[in-house]
């Protein structure tokens, strides 16, 4: 099982739709971050989120980390083509020297 | 600036042999950190370098290896190739550790072992 739980796995919807992608875990991260993945293309950054009960906005995009630390959600409004790929979410573990992904949500938004 | 280069960016190999990949990071990084991504397991961590030495190492057997060099450019290597390495090897660069900043990942080595 991974250590980050991500939900849903894949996601279609219609341009214009709102989306919230899900990531849990039981652990207490000391930091989360998001990442949006292309076809042919590394993961990039969206998003860093270090302070419980923190709320981000990019744009469309509002990213909230929980009060616990140990989740977080990403919420698209208006969603658009362009938002069509894989979601990432990566956390830091505290006393740990790594960075744990989820296995992400693909999401496809068709115009 | 330049990005993270990773060559090369795909191979084909045959079970049994040993394969060398290799990552140059954004210019200034020093931390150099190797992913395995699949379909069915996402991305799992292989294992970070930091001023050419490791720092932690994810669950993965001997076969996978690494080094850092002094300007930072790193490789990984698998020996003994299976069927189940076939995957995408994607290479990351951060200036500071692996768990305290922005991951900058090149577009990856994808690997097919037949």
């Known amino acids: 099982t991974q250590l980050l739980e991500q939900s849903p796995q894949f996601l279609s919807i219609q341009e214009g739709e709102n989306l919230t992608v899900y990531c849990n875990s039981s652990?207490?991260?000391?930091?989360l971050q998001w990442y949006r993945q292309e076809p042919g293309e590394g993961p990039v950054l969206l998003v860093t989120v270090v302070t419980g009960g923190e709320v981000k906005k990019l744009k469309r995009l509002t990213f909230q980390f929980g009060d616990a630390r140990k989740d977080s959600s990403l919420h698209i409004t208006a969603a658009q083509p362009g938002d069509t790929g894989l979601y990432l979410c990566?956390?830091?573990?505290?006393?740990?020297?790594?960075?744990?992904f989820g296995a992400g949500t693909r999401l496809t938004v068709k115009p | 600036k330049a990005g993270v280069t990773q060559t090369p960016r795909y191979l084909i190999k045959t079970r049994g042999q040993q394969v060398t990949l290799s990552c140059s990071p954004i210019?200034?990084?020093?931390?150099v950190s190797w992913y395995q991504q699949t379909p069915g397991q996402g991305l799992q961590f292989l294992f970070e370098y930091f001023s050419e030495t490791q720092r932690n190492k994810g669950n993965f057997p001997g076969r996978f290896s690494g080094r850092q060099f002094s300007n930072s450019r790193s490789e990984m290597n698998v020996s003994t190739l299976e069927l189940g390495d076939s995957a995408l090897y994607l290479c990351a660069s951060s200036f500071q550790v692996l768990n305290t900043g922005e991951l900058f990942f090149g577009e990856g080595s994808r690997l097919t072992v037949l």
């Open positions: 652990s207490v991260f000391s930091s």
């Open positions: 210019s200034g990084h020093r931390s």
């Open positions: 990566a956390g830091a573990l505290y006393n740990n020297n790594d960075m744990r």
